[in-house]
């Protein structure tokens, strides 16, 4: 069973950091891109940030560039968004996801969510 479970949201206020956790089990996690995704009220789910299997790569998204940063620990089958300088405009549930895509021996794509974690940015 592949189960991917945040960790880490809640309350905090304007300029406050947090780090979120997405800890993994049932699939090879080191073969997979990780990707945080997040979801306001009234809002399309958009997507933070991804990281590729060998952490050697990284993509953020211009909103949150300079203050999130992703990074994995291979080990510990666990990916982390580190979110400093949080803005209310950050409030919104946020989503890990892990993704493969593979070509042989035929096409196949893999994407497991997890349930998200509600982080609120208020004062």
């Known amino acids: 069973q592949v189960q991917l479970v945040e960790s880490g949201g809640g309350l905090v206020q304007p300029g406050g950091s947090l780090r979120l956790s997405c800890a993994t089990s049932?699939?090879?996690?080191?073969?997979?891109?990780m990707r945080w995704y997040r979801q306001a009220p009234g809002k399309e789910r958009e997507l933070v940030a991804a990281?590729?299997?060998?952490?050697?790569?990284?993509n953020i998204a211009d909103s949150v560039k300079g203050r999130f940063t992703v990074s994995r620990d291979n080990a510990k089958n666990t990916v982390y968004l580190q979110m400093n300088s949080l803005k209310p405009e950050d409030t919104a549930v946020y989503y890990c996801?892990?993704?493969?895509?593979?070509?042989?021996?035929?096409?196949?794509?893999?994407?497991?969510w997890g349930q998200g974690t509600q982080v609120t940015v208020s004062s």
């Open positions: 049932g699939l090879t996690f080191s073969i997979y891109t």
């Open positions: 996801n892990a993704f493969a895509d593979f070509s042989r021996p035929i096409s196949r794509q893999y994407n497991y």
């Open positions: 990281i590729t299997s060998a952490g050697g790569s990284t």
